[in-house]
């Protein structure tokens, strides 16, 4: 016993040694790219993003139930600064009014469109134009359960060369569109997914679906989300774009090519975390042909979203997210360690399967054999405090180096106010925040394992149409 | 976490862990301070650099006049900054009259020389910041040194290059840029070398033309697609020889062009790429179509409207449904068709334009539209209905205005495309594509009695092909 203890204690000691070296290179490599991103930028504004030579985007908004703030979000896309701009509102079942909202709202006709499902959908039951707005279509289908059905209706009606993939409930910054574009335009033979930032609204000033004023929200609970936002946007993607090893262009706000979707049947409608399985199917795809390409991520254009604002929509967000990893990783097994994948499968899906998707499961266990530990007396108090301080302050100089990457280069908090309490906040997030998500992620593991993939829907409060918040 | 007795112990990792505990913790308050340190500091500097800006502002007229000698800003590092962005910012927005005058300072100063000197010795962003603001000088003697930075190994210093001479937006800019282009010395991204080329030849898109004649591939597509936003109607006939190219991208610029220049020259040869084998090409001719004024285009759009590709078909019936007179003949006509996804198409599109009410009124009401209530497709069963009653149909073939569509094409239009067409081998190609475009006279064997086919063709445009298979 005593002997399984000690290697079981080694082993997550080699395991936590490793994961932070991980996060340090990470955080290394985002704050150069970063920094590279943050001069190229001055470049990039000398050109007319927004020129004709811009190709054609199709946004693609999935709206289920939305019809406290779908209007203004809506008229929030339709007033994006893009030349060539079709805005695809996809209403999937919805059982409340989004569809009549937008009826009224927008003087929807059914149109004799012609809807091919190159990508195989539930029903759509019409279409609909506008007569004030001609760059907007809406779709009206039956719901099938899952987000990636209604997107992919959307990628099926969708007329443009780039579809670009945007929660209804989220709000795009004006420019949002030309500076993600921006990553497409470097090099469009190769670039075929980009990835931009979400952000968090909650606690922001919004009017009209347009955001007026940036703030930090108010509760603990939201706080934390922004600096692990933060951290996974400005560390982990940035740096994992920076291999061509992007492993989640986030479901809220990305960019892709539409006659690639197509080439891989779009989202698949069966996958609990669309977003993430879809990326990974691309780079199955495209190493399967031997296609040069690249997944980019761009930090600064920007979309801001409403985060869970209680614990319970959290647990039940984090549970569904660590389904849809699992979902995922098991699909693509396949894919580990084999050649033919490259990188992809030898680095960063065993990095996803084991400081990702077991990690809840190493955790539980490090902590309990800790303790199993303690009561026999095998084991150093001293050194056991010490580790442990060692992975807390560790993890919270990644956390404060996320929000040095934010202040460095984006500064969208301006008030002294704000950016100190994101550093006092730094300081919660991996104590008691992150074993929190442990055992939320944990749930999600054991619901996958039941065979429990059902999509629990969050409780909304509307905040990116409010008039405040 | 680590037992006593393990081997990770032996090697001393306790002492290890607690100086990777410190390391952290001093690695915490160093970021800590340094966001807290930068953030107080550019509070300090852009205080400084508002005050700074205001009391240069104030000084402006003898600053630009000269009153205030260059000597007395260029040196301090600060100010010199401050006059430049002011300089640089007052540029972009100037007019022809003011930019001497500002060009002058910038010279007197010697700020340009610089700027120049930089761009030519600096290295990595330093020099690519020294190129982006020659580009914004608008100075004809920053060409040469944006012009070398062409040459640059650094894929960035190329494309920043690029950017300035966009933003000088002269033609000899573009003419440098053409030239290592058209010689595949220069490999940046298409869409800044598009923007470029865009702002340098607003004012003289002629001077792409040698370039474009003597392209092939994609540098030929990407210079007919420049040339596409930038036509004017001095260009006609070099557009109509473009009309005739091989390469598809060619031939739809060529259609985005000829809107813009006069419709006797522009309609022959739209009605003609209208029909091409391609169907962005035909969208791009339809497009141009609506644009311009014509009395044969209707014929042309009502044939689009039965196209196979709905992104066609959508954009003849947006055209036909917005000219201003005629919309009940037209509706006569589109049912005429007996395309059943044409008239759907066009009875939305003028719902959308608040103006099917008002056709069907022109109709004498035969339709009753609170009947038919607001499903297009009800609408549109009425509709045909009342031209399936004996007479109506045939109504519908009005003489009068068949003859106006098939007013003569302009024969030197012809004259220009045809032998362009049959130079590259494509006459036939085009002339039966698809089974819905013209075939070629029996024995015709020369352009001319082609020329004299299709102008027969225009004649009767309205025997409308049959739809092949079903639209997408």
Redesign the interface.
């Given at each position: 016993m005593v002997r399984f203890l000690q290697i079981s204690n080694d082993t997550l000691f080699v395991y936590y040694l490793i994961s932070n070296l991980i996060s340090l290179l990470l955080l290394i490599v985002a704050i150069y790219k970063n920094t590279h991103h943050r001069y190229r930028l001055a470049s990039v504004r000398m050109e007319n993003l927004a020129s004709p030579f811009s190709p054609p985007i199709s946004l693609l908004v999935p709206a289920h139930n939305e019809e406290l703030g779908i209007v203004a979000n809506v008229n929030s896309l339709l007033r994006l600064d893009y030349p060539q701009l079709e805005v695809v509102v996809v209403n999937d079942g919805s059982n409340d009014r989004t569809l009549e909202r937008l009826q009224e709202s927008f003087g929807l006709h059914r149109a004799p469109i012609v809807y091919v499902a190159e990508i195989g959908t539930a029903p759509v039951t019409a279409i609909y134009r506008s007569a004030a707005h001609p760059r907007l279509l809406v779709l009206d289908k039956e719901s099938a359960g899952s987000k990636a059905d209604a997107i992919n209706a959307g990628i099926n009606a969708a007329t443009s060369p780039y579809v670009c993939v945007v929660d209804a409930d989220s709000i795009l910054e004006k420019d949002s569109l030309s500076r993600i574009m921006a990553g497409v335009m470097s090099d469009p033979q190769r670039v075929i997914a980009v990835g931009g930032i979400v952000r968090i609204l909650n606690g922001s000033t919004v009017e009209s679906a347009e955001l007026r004023e940036v703030h930090l929200p108010s509760s603990h609970i939201e706080m934390l989300q922004v600096i692990e936002y933060l951290r996974a946007f400005l560390v982990g993607r940035e740096a994992w774009a920076g291999f061509n090893l992007l492993p989640i262009i986030s479901g809220a706000f990305g960019i892709f090519r539409r006659d690639l979707l197509l080439q891989v049947q779009g989202f698949r409608a069966a996958a609990v975390g669309e977003d993430f399985d879809l990326i990974i199917r691309l780079h199955r795809y495209l190493l399967d042909h031997d296609t040069p390409y690249h997944i980019n991520f761009i930090p600064d254009p920007t979309c801001w979203t409403e985060a869970p604002s209680d614990y319970k929509s959290l647990a039940r967000q984090r549970a569904r997210w660590h389904k849809g990893l699992m979902d995922t990783l098991w699909s693509t097994r396949d894919m580990l360690f084999r050649k033919r994948y490259g990188r992809v499968g030898s680095l960063i899906l065993p990095y996803m399967w084991l400081f990702e998707c077991l990690a809840p499961l190493l955790e539980i266990v490090g902590y309990s054999t800790i303790i199993l530990a303690a009561c026999l007396g095998c084991l150093s108090h001293q050194f056991f405090v010490e580790f442990l301080l060692f992975g807390y302050v560790f993890a919270t100089l990644i956390s404060v180096g996320s929000v040095l990457l934010e202040e460095l280069n984006y500064r969208r908090y301006t008030r002294w106010r704000d950016v100190a309490w994101l550093l006092v906040y730094c300081l919660f997030e991996h104590l008691p925040y992150r074993q929190l998500t442990m055992i939320w992620r944990l749930r999600g593991m054991w619901e996958y394992l039941r065979g429990d993939v059902r999509w629990h829907e969050l409780k909304r409060t509307g905040v990116s149409a409010s008039a405040s918040c | 976490?680590?037992?006593?007795?393990?081997?990770?112990?032996d090697l001393g990792?306790?002492w290890l862990?607690?100086r990777?505990?410190l390391l952290?913790?001093l690695?915490?308050l160093l970021?800590?301070a340094?966001?807290v340190f930068?953030?107080w500091s550019r509070g300090c500097y852009f205080n400084r650099l508002s005050r700074r800006t205001m009391a240069l502002r104030g000084q402006w007229p003898d600053i630009l006049s000269g009153k205030i000698p260059g000597s007395a800003w260029r040196l301090n590092r600060f100010d010199c900054r401050i006059v430049e962005d002011i300089l640089l910012d007052s540029i972009e927005i100037s007019g022809e009259e003011e930019l001497p005058r500002l060009l002058a300072c910038l010279r007197q100063s010697g700020l340009l020389d610089f700027r120049i000197r930089e761009a030519r010795s600096a290295d990595g962003?330093q020099r690519?910041?020294a190129l982006?603001a020659l580009?914004?000088t608008r100075a004809p003697e920053a060409v040469p040194a944006l012009v070398e930075a062409l040459e640059s190994p650094a894929a960035?210093t190329v494309?920043?290059a690029v950017?300035?001479l966009?933003?000088i937006a002269s033609p000899q800019a573009a003419v440098s840029l053409l030239d290592l282009y058209v010689s595949e010395q220069l490999h940046v991204?298409?869409?800044?070398l598009?923007?470029?080329l865009?702002?340098c030849c607003r004012r003289s898109p002629a001077v792409l033309v040698p370039y474009l004649n003597s392209a092939t591939g994609k540098a030929r597509e990407l210079i007919a697609?420049v040339l596409g936003?930038l036509a004017n109607p001095s260009l006609g006939e070099d557009l109509l020889t473009l009309a005739a190219d091989p390469l598809p991208e060619v031939r739809a610029s060529a259609a985005r062009a000829l809107a813009k220049v006069q419709p006797e020259v522009s309609f022959p040869v739209l009605s003609i790429l209208a029909l091409d084998a391609e169907w962005f090409v035909r969208l791009r001719a339809v497009i141009a179509l609506s644009t311009i004024e014509h009395r044969g285009k209707i014929y042309v759009l009502l044939r689009a409207l039965c196209d196979l590709n709905?992104?066609v078909r959508?954009r003849a019936a947006w055209a036909l449904a917005r000219l201003q007179h005629g919309k009940e003949e037209i509706l006569e006509k589109v049912v005429a068709t007996r395309d059943n996804?044409a008239l759907?198409?066009f009875?939305?599109e003028l719902?959308?334009?608040?103006s099917l009410d008002k056709a069907l009124e022109g109709l004498g009401k035969v339709v009753n539209r609170a009947a038919a209530g607001?499903?297009?497709?009800n609408v549109?069963a009425a509709v045909r209905k009342h031209f399936a009653a004996p007479g109506a149909v045939a109504a519908a073939m009005n003489e009068d205005l068949v003859e106006s569509g098939a007013a003569p094409p302009r024969d030197y239009a012809l004259q220009y495309y045809l032998p362009g067409l049959e130079q590259r081998g494509s006459l036939d190609a085009a002339l039966s594509g698809r089974g819905n475009t013209v075939a070629r006279v029996p024995g015709a064997t020369t352009v001319e009695d082609t020329a004299a086919a299709v102008k027969k063709y225009f004649a009767g445009l309205d025997k409308a092909a049959d739809r092949p298979e079903e639209?997408?």
């Open positions: - | 976490m680590v037992s006593d007795s393990s081997w990770l112990r990792l306790a862990v607690a990777a505990i952290s913790l690695g915490i970021l800590i340094f966001i930068r953030r962003w690519r910041s982006l580009g914004r960035e494309v920043a950017r300035g966009g933003r991204p298409e869409h800044t598009k923007n470029a865009l702002n697609r936003e709905r992104h959508q996804y759907q198409a009875l939305s719902e959308r334009d608040d607001s499903d297009v497709e549109a639209p997408r």
